[in-house]
């Protein structure tokens, strides 16, 4: 079975500064996909990154990064240069390969809260 | 190009009532998801379709039926509302189920269940 574990429910960052919203898996596939995806107040989902677990560099688009340990397990989100507007839910998600037909998996997500 | 549209976007029940949420999609996506979003609880998958005529159980199908009878549509039907469907609901769609296709969601539908 997989499973996205997301240990922070809640984090503050200054506006301007960098943050990283963890988050760790479990799973027994040889092949599996990682996503991040942001949800503002007003609801919609939104996605931002994906990360391949062959990937052999870490995936970046714009402000947000992916820190991507395979040994350890963890697909750490990193947004550069915070602003108020990356104020919202963030989920991390996984999708594996073993079977067909596998629907992603997430996590219980972490608010992110940007103070001026 | 609207991408994923649900209808409608709130909707207040009573229990025992029923009711159908409609998810289209314009991207000619094969497969199409159903999620609930409850309080600290994450996104979790009622049910999922691989392609027209085609659907399948998630983690949380109890109470809820779908039906995919064309590729750009997904219905998800509540034949006797309880409270605990109170919730929000999610279609996704993706162009396929390799590790790589990303979903794509729709902008939610608040279901209030008294």
């Known amino acids: 079975a997989q499973k996205i574990t997301q240990t922070q429910p809640g984090m503050f960052v200054q506006e301007k500064e960098a943050v990283t919203l963890d988050c760790t898996y479990d799973?027994?596939?040889?092949?599996?996909?990682l996503f991040w995806y942001k949800q503002p107040s007003s609801g919609e989902m939104i996605f931002l990154i994906y990360q391949g677990s062959y990937d052999q560099q870490n995936a970046t688009e714009g402000r947000y990064s992916l820190n991507f340990q395979k040994a350890r397990k963890s697909a750490n989100l990193v947004i550069s240069a915070s602003q108020l507007g990356d104020s919202a839910m963030y989920f991390c998600a996984m999708r594996g390969s073993s079977s067909g037909n596998t629907p992603l998996v997430f996590g219980k997500g972490t608010r992110l809260s940007v103070i001026a | 190009n609207a991408g994923v549209t649900q209808t409608p976007k709130f909707r207040v029940l009573k229990t025992g009532q029923s009711m159908t949420l409609l998810c289209a999609q314009d991207?000619?996506?094969?497969?199409m998801y159903w999620y609930r979003q409850d309080p600290g609880m994450g996104l979790r998958l009622i049910h999922y379709?691989?392609?027209?005529?085609?659907?399948a159980k998630g983690e949380v199908p109890d109470g809820y039926n779908v039906s995919r009878l064309k590729k750009q549509n997904f219905l998800l039907g509540l034949e006797s509302a309880a409270p605990s469907q109170t919730s929000v609901y999610f279609c996704a769609s993706s162009l396929r189920d390799r590790t790589g296709d990303t979903q794509y969601f729709g902008p939610g539908t608040r279901l209030t269940v008294l």
């Open positions: 991207m000619n996506h094969e497969y």
């Open positions: 799973t027994s596939d040889p092949s599996y996909g």
């Open positions: 379709s691989v392609g027209e005529g085609t659907t």
